[in-house]
């Protein structure tokens, strides 16, 4: 398992703020990705720490499209 790349980390959580699918996207992923091992074994792509920052990236931009939904029902 490697350390997940700061640019990822990065565009996920700016990604969350701003654009919210791109930050559930890259949470996602960065949370499920896999990787085949030479022994023929399936593991986790990225660490337990990487992991833990894509739960409460995903979190963040489910949250704000929550709000963003309330916000519009709200105008009509």
């Known amino acids: 398992m490697k350390r997940v790349e700061t640019w990822l980390l990065t565009v996920g959580w700016i990604g969350a703020i701003l654009i919210p699918i791109v930050g559930i996207v890259a949470g996602v992923y960065i949370n ?9 074994f399936r593991t986790n792509k ?5 992991r833990k920052q894509a ?3 995903i979190v963040v931009a489910l949250a704000i499209v929550v709000i963003g939904v309330v916000l519009q029902a709200r105008r009509r």
């Open 32 to 40: 499920s990705a896999k990787t085949t091992g030479s022994d023929g």
């Open 46 to 50: 990225y660490d337990d720490w990487s």
């Open 55 to 57: 739960v409460p990236m």
